[in-house]
């Protein structure tokens, strides 16, 4: 086996299952794979091989020869701190630039060892998956790590999976802060799948406390600003709690709010205009009426990806959208949204009525004048 992964040339994928090789074994595996001249390499799966701290070590180095490898499953094995930091060094040395998947699920993975990871991952460009589920030792102090990943400007992950991890109402929050600013991650797994589970009948729970965090996160309602630099991307967090308490209905209708951006709508208007009718305008009012026209537009925006969400509502047989985001549809397309538009429009004449009534009169002459040259 290691003779014929040494001198391949061709070889792309290598899946070894239920191997459990001796550690001399595992050795040489990572020795040859450390001499592989090719790069044809691209997925490297170990699955159940109880490979412990020493033997990942070996093969984190021999990694670092593997440029095209897109696909790394390392799940079901033994290895905790001292292979996550080995990981976490070759990952960061690394030049490979197209891995897309990372599986280290099922491990003994701890706090310490996440961090090293992350230490790794955070100017990763490619990587769309991570798994990190039923790494039990993980707690909140290892998921705040995470936020140096997720808000990386290189960040372009789109799965994140936890399943099995019981962190309770603090992780939770760790996590909900670590997704401020992302804009790419549009699952999240951190479902319990086991309530027969030591693990679970011990486990801290994700109670209204937790959830809220998630909620401020999709729609945060204090001001307008921060309504609109929430999170719009994420679209699902699974939900199989068994016993734990659900994600609150609010968490849920702003998920699948989400879900209406897949369809090109700007769902961050919908949500500003949701939570705040009565929209403030005296910010603007240093720059006189430049932003005027701006503000138009805005509101023609809106009516855009109002009509955007009614396209995609009239093409299904079934209506596609939950009860709150045709609340928020129906009470945009209505008449409300016009005087939403003319409060805000008064307020820019209230606040400079003269420039508003010499705008006016100047428009006026300038007519006249053009009338006189026609003559």
Known sequence: MCNFVGENNNLRSLDLMHVKPENESAQHFALMLEQRQSKSLQRLALQDNDLGDEEIEAIATALSR???LEELVLMENDFGRLGCV???TTLERWQAPNLKQLVLSYNNTDDAGLQALVAGLVNYINLEELQLSYNHSITAVGLRSLAAFFQSEHCCLEEFEMAGVYFGDEGAIALADGLVGNTSIESMTMYIDSIESTHFRTAPLITEVGWSAFSKLLCDTSSVNNN???NHTLTNISNNFLGHEQPPAIAQNYL???RCAIDGVNVAMIKILTHHPDLEMEPFFKWNLKCLPLAIRWFDMVRESL???????EEQEVNPFPIHV???????TTEELGSMECSAMYKFVR????LVLNGFRGKERGS??????DR
Do not use: C, D, H
């Open 228 to 230: 609109y630099v929430s």
């Open 66 to 68: 593997q440029a095209s």
């Open 351 to 354: 606040a400079m009525p003269m």
């Open 368 to 373: 006249r004048k053009r009338k006189t040259r």
């Open 307 to 313: 009509e955007e969400l009614l396209e995609v509502r």
């Open 256 to 258: 699948e709010l989400n």
């Open 326 to 332: 045709n609340m928020a549809i129906e009470k945009l």
């Open 86 to 88: 080995a990981l976490g």
